[in-house]
């Protein structure tokens, strides 16, 4: 059974730096495309980040370009999510994801991925 468990969230200022971790369970990293979502209050989940079976191939929404980096463990089975600079915007529950896909690419759309977390709180304060 496929589980993903998101942790590393918390209560930060703005400028600040925050590691969220997801680990996971009943899966490779390696054979799972894997990616980071994350939803405001009153808004809809949005896509932030995603990164492919090979690790070649990554993408980010435009809002956190050059802020967030999307990086995965193998050994560990475990996905990152560095956020740096972060911003009052980037408020969220945060989610991980995960899509056992054909082929080595990588999307950031909700509708891809099968597998979910519980989610883990960040907050920004300005």
């Known amino acids: 059974q496929v589980q993903v468990v998101e942790s590393g969230g918390g209560l930060v200022q703005a400028g600040g730096s925050l590691r969220l971790s997801c680990t996971t369970s009943g899966l490779s990293v390696l054979d799972y495309v894997m990616a980071w979502f994350r939803q405001a209050p009153g808004t809809e989940r949005e896509g932030v980040s995603c990164?492919?079976?090979?690790?070649?191939?990554?993408d980010y929404v435009d809002s956190v370009k050059g802020r967030f980096t999307i990086s995965r463990d193998p050994a560990k089975n475990t996905l990152y999510l560095q956020m740096n600079t972060l911003k009052p915007e980037d408020t969220a529950i945060y989610y991980c994801?995960?899509?056992?896909?054909?082929?080595?690419?990588?999307?950031?759309?909700?509708?891809?991925?099968?597998?979910w977390g519980q989610g883990t709180q960040v907050t920004v304060s300005s």
């Open positions: 990164v492919s079976r090979s690790g070649e191939y990554t």
């Open positions: 994801a995960a899509a056992r896909l054909q082929g080595d690419g990588c999307f950031i759309d909700s509708s891809t991925y099968r597998h």
